[in-house]
């Protein structure tokens, strides 16, 4: 969530017109944008994390609710209003980027209300069952993406050509010029109930040892699967629309990080930098929210008023100044996270 705050106030673009002279500086900052279509970036992981995370922590909540003795059908209604709500938050901010009302549902948040109710339904049942299900919604998707029949959209790893880009013309009566589809709900939902089965993982009464042993292990066979489907030529990993490769590859890392950041902070100990980052992590969809709307809108530009001004009194180059805007914005969103953190006001769906 910290580095989508950061995307919203503009770091990595302004990062990118710095470094447009140095070309080692720039390939570093081209992994903070997503890979145009076929291959992997480290920002093309950031949505795969977010929808995993909910998942791991969805068994922790659900946990706290039943042992408050909340019943399964109260929880199915928090759960469906939950989702109504990001679903709304989702489209409202297309509304916000076009400028007008629109009906759009490629927003993670659309998205992740979707992947959210499915891994709820599949909760309660066994470990085997959930993992064959989520494998059987990559496979589900390989199927209607090779086997559409549809002129036009039969092609299934061409840019607005294929399955998903089809599915958007029915939802939404057009297509993403950027190849993204809404359809991506279907194969990510792997990420949120793999998120769920190790979250569970991670309550069991077991040595840390052999948690961190499995988590890696699940998370390198998804990576051999995934890269090797890749490259053997068989499904590409394209982020956009969420190819199983991807899927696999993308569930892979997360497991990998999961098991890092447990070994680190639960087993070691090591928790000096985690509040710098808990305070935003507990404002999470409203500061992303903020960042989406206002920020955009608004902070960026009223930040700039000031920053680019003082600057240009001691003659520094826009590009640098344009960092240090950027910068500025990230460090007072912060602030806004962590004032509320202090004051104990938080927001929740």
């Given at each position: 969530m910290f580095l989508l705050v950061a995307e919203a106030a503009e770091v990595y673009d302004a990062l990118g017109d710095a470094a447009a002279g140095t070309p080692w500086l720039k390939g570093i900052v081209q992994q903070f944008h997503h890979h145009p279509w076929n291959g992997l970036r480290f920002w093309d992981l950031i949505q795969p994390f977010f929808m995993f995370i909910v998942g791991v922590a969805m068994v922790f909540s659900l946990q706290r609710r039943r042992d408050r003795g909340e019943a399964w059908g109260q929880t199915l209604r928090h759960i469906v209003t939950r989702c109504a709500l990001l679903?709304?938050?989702?489209v409202g901010l297309h509304c916000v980027y076009a400028g007008e009302l629109v009906w759009e549902l490629w927003n993670v948040l659309s998205q992740l209300s979707v992947t959210i109710l499915v891994a709820f339904l599949l909760f309660n049942l066994p470990f085997r069952t959930q993992l064959i299900i989520s494998l059987a919604l990559l496979g589900l998707t390989e199927v209607l993406y090779r086997t559409f029949p549809i002129p036009g959209?039969?092609?299934?790893f061409v840019q607005g050509q294929n399955f998903g880009a089809?599915?958007?013309?029915?939802l939404m009566g057009k297509i993403n010029g950027g190849g993204w589809v809404a359809i991506n709900a279907l194969p990510t939902s792997a990420h949120t109930i793999w998120g769920v089965?190790?979250?569970?993982?991670?309550?069991e009464d077991r040595p840390a040892a052999e948690k961190i042993?499995?988590?890696?292990?699940?998370?390198?066979?998804?990576?051999?699967?995934?890269?090797g489907?890749?490259?053997?030529g068989v499904t590409?990993?394209?982020?956009?629309?969420?190819?199983?490769?991807?899927?696999?590859?993308?569930?892979?890392?997360?497991?990998?990080?999961?098991a890092a950041v447990y070994a680190l902070v639960d087993v070691k100990g090591y928790r000096r930098f985690a509040p710098f980052f808990v305070v935003i992590g507990a404002n999470s969809i409203f500061i992303y929210l903020f960042s989406e709307t206002v920020g955009k809108?608004?902070?960026?530009?009223?930040v700039g008023i000031f920053t680019n001004g003082v600057l240009a009194w001691i003659h520094t180059p826009e590009v640098l100044a344009a960092v240090v805007t950027a910068f500025t914005v990230l460090l007072l969103e912060w602030g806004l996270c962590l004032a509320l953190y202090r004051r104990g006001w938080f927001f929740k769906v």
């Open positions: 679903l709304a938050f989702g959209f039969d092609q299934p089809y599915m958007d013309t029915v089965l190790a979250g569970k993982w991670l309550r042993r499995a988590l890696l292990l699940w998370g390198a066979a998804g990576l051999a699967v995934g890269y489907l890749d490259g053997a590409p990993i394209i982020k956009r629309i969420c190819t199983s490769s991807f899927v696999l590859v993308s569930g892979g890392w997360c497991l990998v990080a999961l809108q608004w902070v960026n530009g009223f």
